[in-house]
């Protein structure tokens, strides 16, 4: 039996998201039937991180087991002949039976962009929030570092979602100008629904002034969904990484 690990990168605004739903086009569900037409059996794809509706990835990572020989480089090319243009495998390799692209996983890495311009871009509207008035960065990225370290991150998830246990360990974070685009990175070892995109709502507040950088560590210690920002649009998020 083989164990193969797949790394892909996805436009994730055609799809509901990384995991397989009822009636629904997702990407797990894509990747899975071109998987299949090679191999000739059915397969159960496992993914690293489950990226809601319209998110994108850089580096999504996924594994399979077959027992058959065909050699990786072939199944590459042969997976991106079959996947439509806005998925595509940037690498295929066999690897230890015992891997599993999500819970081998040490930390995930995502980006947000914002586009901080008047107006907004044809070309770059699928891929990032469009912020029409300016904002501090230097700001933004004095008040990320509050969620560096372990935090119980409740004020940060999406409302009225229930886990085990909503305490996570944020490794890094910055924010960072280039010219007209805004990109916050986030490490982290694992994450809550939204939590990304809750923390880059609340950090618009402040880049924009209308909370002072210090309140984010309120926010955190409230545990309360209400007190942070707005959720910030699903096509400005990308999974740019995990690491094993």
């Not at 871009?121 to 904002?135: A, D, K, T």
């Amino acid at each position: 039996m083989r164990n193969i690990k797949l790394t892909l990168s996805y436009d994730g605004t055609n799809y509901h998201g990384w995991q397989c739903q009822p009636d629904r086009i997702t990407v797990q569900e894509t990747l899975k039937k071109a998987i299949e037409k090679i191999v000739n059996h059915e397969v159960k794809v496992y993914g690293g991180a489950r990226t809601d509706s319209g998110v994108h990835a850089m580096g999504q990572v996924a594994n399979f087991f077959t027992e058959k020989t065909i050699d990786v480089s072939s199944l590459k090319k042969g997976l991106n002949s079959l996947l439509p243009i806005d998925i595509r495998i940037i690498d295929a390799l066999d690897i230890d039976i015992g891997f599993h692209s999500r819970y081998s996983a040490k930390s995930k890495t995502y980006v947000y962009t914002i586009l901080n311009t008047p107006f907004d871009s044809p070309f770059f509207h699928r891929f990032s929030w469009h912020v029409p008035y300016y904002l501090d960065t230097e700001a933004m990225n004095r008040a990320i570092k509050y969620i560096v370290g372990i935090h119980d991150f409740s004020a940060f998830k999406k409302k009225n979602e229930i886990y085990r246990s909503n305490v996570r360990e944020v490794l890094r974070a910055g924010v960072k100008r280039r010219k007209d685009f805004i990109y916050i990175v986030i490490e982290a070892t694992g994450f809550l629904r939204f939590m990304v995109r809750t923390i880059t709502g609340t950090l618009i507040l402040i880049g924009a002034g209308k909370i002072k950088e210090d309140a984010i560590k309120e926010i955190i210690e409230s545990k309360d969904r209400d007190m942070a920002g707005q959720t910030a649009p699903a096509r400005g998020l990308f999974l740019k990484e995990i690491t094993y």
